[in-house]
């Protein structure tokens, strides 16, 4: 397989469900579930909750019909906690190897340069007891010569107990049993809709597919699929820059409302904060967007009732990633998509045109200097003071809800979110931090 540098793959097991039992030993080997926004249906299970035969997407109520005295522990989406965990998690990984390409929330790559002589098998096992010593949070870890091998390698430490968390694939009768074994479907960069034409022309197998011709291949699919098959052959040939969180061209937050929605005050709100939820990741990002877009929609799948939707458009003389401008923007687009007299499900914000924010052209007419720099120092300190006492700790006044939560308060975002099982956000606010006694 030629001498090439080696890539680990750590993949997070079961990252949400991992992430409350971390803070929740005693549900460790019990049926787990955490749910989608509004607790809708079931976004990800625990071990035990697959074995029980509970799949991705099963509407939370049907559970008690579908497993009858069953105890399944169910919990509200957290993705505070989640993307705080898994950010504690990637610092361990990546003060254990020599450079780090975060993937995902719940994945990344490891570059092993400089680690010849090291016992990479053993430095795996050690590197996943070091994390579930820190955080509680168990991860498989796939090694080899390409990132697609890895990705296989760590399925297989996530499906067999005997590899320790940790599977090396180091030579090419390793590679080649690993690949027999391994369905097309399942191979990182093999779609849904090629899966089908390879299953058609008898491609079962990962193997198979890595034994038809380069040539065939390329002229059959595209180049994504002719490095694919170059990694399942051994050759590393995805660049390093596909492996970084891509910065994307748009921003989106969407959401089903708990009840539907009547008044365009109601749906103002939450509009506001969907707003504000894509300008706070444009800045994440480091980005600002040129256009903003509103929709809104009835409940389709209530045929008594009449139905509308629409979505509106505003282009921004100058491109911003300024909450106060994006929400103003947002509320212009809703005002011209709103009809009174329909019952309304659902409704999103999107964000389009985004640049990075070091490039922005101005309008010459449009454009306040004194202003564009006060609005960015707001949003500088109002992000800090977030990161650091919880979000929407500070929101803009069209963020509140008019509906008033238990404490007499004007309730904010997250609370106006039918989220009954949420667990306490532990390492991101003063007030949910665990106390021992």
């Known amino acids: 397989m030629g001498k090439q540098r080696y ?49 991705d997407g099963t509407p939370f109520f049907q559970l008690a019909q579908q497993f009858p005295g069953q105890k399944i522990y169910a919990f509200s989406s957290n993705y505070e906690l989640y993307a705080d965990m898994t950010r504690r998690l990637m610092n ?17 790559f490891c570059v092993l340069d400089g680690m010849e002589n090291f016992d990479l098998k053993a430095w795996g096992e050690d590197l996943h ?29 996530k499906r067999y107990p005997g590899y320790h968390h940790c599977c090396m694939i180091d030579n090419d009768t390793k590679r ?21 034409r390879l299953l058609a022309a008898n491609v079962r197998t990962a193997l198979d597919f890595a034994n038809l011709s380069r040539s065939f291949v ?12 170059a990694e399942l052959n051994g050759i ?39 707003a504000a939820r894509c300008a706070q990741k444009l800045r994440k990002q480091h980005s600002v967007a040129g256009a903003v877009g509103v929709f809104i929609d009835t409940n389709h799948f209530r045929e008594d009732l009449p139905q509308y939707g629409m979505f509106r458009t505003m282009q921004l003389l100058t491109p911003t990633n300024s909450t106060q401008t994006i929400v103003k923007a947002a509320m212009e687009c809703l005002r011209r998509t709103f009809i009174q ?53 500070v929101v803009l006044g069209s963020q509140q809800y008019t509906a008033k939560n238990g404490k007499g308060k004007a309730a904010h975002f997250a609370e106006a979110i039918k989220r009954d099982r949420k667990s306490p956000n532990y390492t991101t606010r003063w007030s949910d931090i665990i106390v021992v006694s």
């Open 7 to 55: 890539w680990a793959l750590v993949d997070v097991d079961n990252c949400y469900v991992s992430c409350e039992r971390s803070f929740r030993p005693d549900l460790n080997g019990k049926p787990c579930v955490v749910l989608s926004n509004n607790d809708g249906c079931v976004v990800a299970r625990s071990n035990e909750a697959k074995k029980m035969g509970i799949t």
């Open 92 to 108: 361990i990984v990546r003060n254990n190897c020599a450079e780090f390409h975060r993937y995902s929330i719940d994945e990344g």
């Open 129 to 157: 007891c070091k994390i579930l010593r820190g955080l509680g949070m168990p991860v498989s870890i796939g090694i080899a010569r390409t990132k697609t091998l890895a990705k296989m390698a760590s399925k297989y430490a």
């Open 176 to 196: 080649q049993k690993a690949l027999s074994l391994f369905p097309i479907g399942d191979v990182w960069g093999i779609g849904r809709r090629w899966a089908e």
């Open 218 to 229: 390329h002229t059959a699919f595209n180049v994504v699929a002719e490095r694919t098959w």
């Open 236 to 274: 590393d040939c995805i660049p390093i820059d596909d492996m970084d969180m891509v910065t994307k061209k748009s921003v989106c937050t969407s959401r089903s409302f708990p009840d539907m929605l009547t008044s365009f005050a109601d749906i103002s709100t939450h509009v506001a904060n969907y």
């Open 341 to 393: 007299g329909y019952k309304y499900k659902r409704a999103g914000v999107l964000l389009m045109d985004a640049c990075p924010d070091t490039a922005i052209q101005t309008d010459f007419i449009d454009f306040n200097a004194e202003r564009y720099d006060k609005e960015r120092k707001i949003d500088s300190v109002v992000d800090r003071i977030n990161r650091r006492n919880g979000t929407e700790t």
